[in-house]
């Protein structure tokens, strides 16, 4: 897993592939119980993510993916309601979001505001209608980002449906010739909605087969990856 080190009373992790009990195509920490992998084994690789938050696993909260711009506040071991982003302010309830080519992004309050984290889902949908700010002001005060592991400017080829909105949206830098770049994307939306420092993992998870799942990589079946975090 590989911990963001951010100020303040918080876990933050995005997990890899690595470390947990499933097999195949799932193999081995998918966090995903949609993906047709065994149900338990999902579970135990969650509890194994909680343990690494510090916290129990039976409080995850989690939504129902559907790519959109839906935030909503976690309640303690809620899940399967629609939407992209999950955020909290009381401690130890752990929230996740569940990627493998889309953007896990972690936002956190800093400079002493009153502790609170959200986590969001950003595929290429979701940033063009407005994840990234929907989350920022959803959580609000003065907030510190990270965007974490997803498909990089390196292997994401698109079509101009999807190319056009996000020259518009984004100036040409978003585009690599025929490839659109998530995470360039993902940190002018975060400056555009006023968070005050971004970091960005740049690593891509159609790139590195050991350590990620991707869908443009394989397809389904495959597992899921995901940013977690909690107010400690």
């Given at each position: 897993m590989i911990r963001w080190d951010v100020p303040g009373p918080y876990e933050v992790v995005f997990s890899t592939r690595a470390g947990g009990?499933?097999?195949?195509?799932?193999?081995?920490?998918n966090l995903g119980r949609m993906t047709g992998d065994n149900v338990d084994r999902v579970d135990e690789?969650?509890?194994r993510l909680c343990t690494v938050l510090g916290t129990d696993a039976a409080g995850l909260a989690l939504n129902r993916q559907v790519h959109s711009?839906?935030?909503?506040?976690?309640?303690r071991?809620?899940?399967?309601?629609?939407?992209?982003?999950?955020?909290?302010d009381e401690p130890d309830l752990p929230v996740l979001a569940?990627?493998?080519d889309c953007l896990p992004i972690a936002l956190v309050r800093a400079n002493g505001e009153v502790p609170g984290v959200a986590v969001l889902h950003a595929?290429?949908?979701?940033?063009?209608?407005?994840?990234?700010?929907?989350?920022?002001?959803?959580l609000g005060g003065s907030l510190q980002a990270c965007v974490g592991p997803a498909i990089g400017p390196c292997c994401y080829e698109v079509g101009p449906d999807v190319a056009e909105p996000f020259t518009a949206a984004f100036g040409a830098g978003v585009l690599r010739g025929r490839n659109l770049?998530?995470?360039?994307?993902?940190?002018?939306?975060?400056?555009?909605?006023?968070?005050?420092?971004?970091?960005?993992l740049d690593l891509c998870t159609a790139c590195d087969p050991d350590l990620f799942f991707s869908h443009r990589r394989t397809g389904k079946p495959r597992g899921v990856q995901g940013v977690a975090a909690r107010v400690a």
């Amino acid at each position: 897993m590989i911990r963001w080190d951010v100020p303040g009373p918080y876990e933050v992790v995005f997990s890899t592939r690595a470390g947990g009990v499933s097999e195949g195509p799932y193999a081995s920490l998918n966090l995903g119980r949609m993906t047709g992998d065994n149900v338990d084994r999902v579970d135990e690789n969650r509890r194994r993510l909680c343990t690494v938050l510090g916290t129990d696993a039976a409080g995850l909260a989690l939504n129902r993916q559907v790519h959109s711009t839906l935030v909503r506040k976690a309640t303690r071991g809620t899940r399967g309601e629609p939407g992209d982003g999950l955020w909290t302010d009381e401690p130890d309830l752990p929230v996740l979001a569940l990627t493998a080519d889309c953007l896990p992004i972690a936002l956190v309050r800093a400079n002493g505001e009153v502790p609170g984290v959200a986590v969001l889902h950003a595929g290429w949908r979701g940033l063009i209608g407005g994840i990234v700010a929907a989350g920022v002001d959803t959580l609000g005060g003065s907030l510190q980002a990270c965007v974490g592991p997803a498909i990089g400017p390196c292997c994401y080829e698109v079509g101009p449906d999807v190319a056009e909105p996000f020259t518009a949206a984004f100036g040409a830098g978003v585009l690599r010739g025929r490839n659109l770049d998530l995470w360039f994307a993902a940190e002018r939306a975060l400056e555009r909605a006023g968070v005050e420092q971004v970091e960005r993992l740049d690593l891509c998870t159609a790139c590195d087969p050991d350590l990620f799942f991707s869908h443009r990589r394989t397809g389904k079946p495959r597992g899921v990856q995901g940013v977690a975090a909690r107010v400690a």
